[in-house]
């Protein structure tokens, strides 16, 4: 048990570099990546066509905002596709779409969507109901953004994700400003497992423990979340 505790723990620390090493490199050439979001490549179909014009995502077909999206954590969901260890289950093309771009069409990709401009709001909630979508509690979901549920083994999402979710490049996602539908579903895939491309498990471990009131108010604050305190208008560079 030791062993393999001690196996993992070295896997952890070789992604992690990994990553590191990829967030130090040259980002990858976004003005090829801007033709294939915008025009497509081959067989595969330009991205906007489902992430939007300004890769702002859309919550009607459930697909996330790239905009401004961590580089290198772009990286690894583009190549997590092309070799499966992420299914595409909402749209059922991203494999498909991987598959058919070069590693170093995904970074170009990624560096491109990474320099698009974010909006404050992804998610228009009215529309969200519209859709026929359960919308929940904002104030609810922002106490356990910063203080998690300790009781129920639950922690806090900036603990990983950092202030009110705005990311911690390379590893950790941007949450803030995401499309509502996107993250519900997600947290959802992470609960029962039909996602499960997470460093050591984690996020796996933390939805696990979350009821559906609990993923619809998270799923609230975050679309919305500020991504800096009254007063304080600074940002850490990776968070532009």
């Known amino acids: 048990m030791r062993i393999t505790k001690t196996l993992v723990v070295f896997a952890a620390v070789g992604t992690l570099i990994s990553a590191y090493s990829l967030a130090s490199e040259d980002k990858g050439n976004a003005a090829n990546g ?16 489902c992430h939007g014009a300004t890769g702002g995502g859309d919550d009607s077909m459930g697909t996330p905002r790239l905009a401004g999206q961590g580089y290198a954590f772009i990286v690894k969901q583009l190549n997590d596709f092309a070799n499966d260890k992420r299914m595409d289950t909402t749209m059922f093309t991203m494999n498909t779409n991987a598959k058919g771009l070069s590693e170093e069409d995904r970074r170009d990709v990624a560096a491109y969507v990474n320099s698009l401009a974010t909006p404050d709001v992804a998610s228009d909630m009215n529309q969200v109901k519209d859709l026929g979508n359960q919308v929940g509690v904002r104030y609810l979901g922002k106490a356990i953004a910063t203080y998690g549920a300790p ?13 009110n979710g705005r990311g911690a490049a390379p590893i950790y996602p941007r949450l803030a400003n995401q499309r509502y539908v996107y993250l519900v579903n997600q947290l959802k895939k992470w609960r029962d497992g039909s996602r499960a491309n997470d460093l050591m498990g984690q996020m796996r471990k933390v939805a696990k423990n979350m009821s559906d009131e609990d993923i619809y108010n998270v799923a609230a604050f975050l679309t919305s979340a500020p991504l800096t305190t009254v007063g304080n208008s600074r940002l850490p560079p990776a968070a532009h």
């Open 151 to 163: 009781d129920r083994e639950i922690p806090a999402c900036h603990s990983c994700h950092g202030f």
């Open 34 to 49: 801007k033709n294939i979001f915008e025009q497509g490549k081959g067989a595969v179909p330009a991205c906007n066509s």
